[in-house]
């Protein structure tokens, strides 16, 4: 699966924003979806999961109760609301496909696609 991410921006600490990652080919229903994200000198981190079917989600606790991922199946679409931002969440954020379906991953290793990233900034 074909993976495009795409609704970063440069945001002030305290906002909202929303991440999308839109996929292409057939079998998007399949896969498990993650984020990651990469802040400038630190390694790749993991941020969220979600199943194939949205019923089961897991978050990073740096990110629990302020992001929220999602999907629509239907527009191959997989979402990351994030709010209260913090200068600390300034990155590069990737969404990624494992082909776990009903197991969401949460380690780099097991991502099998990956978009190109998105830049979010937050400034204090």
């Known amino acids: 699966v074909q993976l495009v991410a795409s609704g970063g921006g440069l945001v002030q600490a305290g906002v909202s924003l929303r991440l999308s990652c839109a996929a292409s080919?057939?079998?998007?229903?399949?896969?498990?979806l993650d984020w990651f994200r990469q802040a400038p000198g630190k390694e790749r981190e993991f941020v969220a999961a979600?199943?194939?079917?949205?019923?089961?989600?897991f978050y990073a606790e740096s990110v629990k109760d302020r992001f929220t991922i999602s999907r629509d199946n239907a527009k191959k679409t997989v979402y990351l609301q994030m709010s209260s931002l913090k200068p600390e969440d300034t990155a590069v954020y990737y969404c990624a496909a494992s082909s776990g379906g009903t197991i969401y991953y949460t380690t780099q290793d097991a991502m099998t696609d990956w978009g190109q990233g998105t830049q979010v900034t937050v400034s204090s």
């Open positions: 979600i199943t194939w079917n949205g019923r089961t989600t």
């Open positions: 080919g057939p079998t998007f229903s399949n896969y498990a």
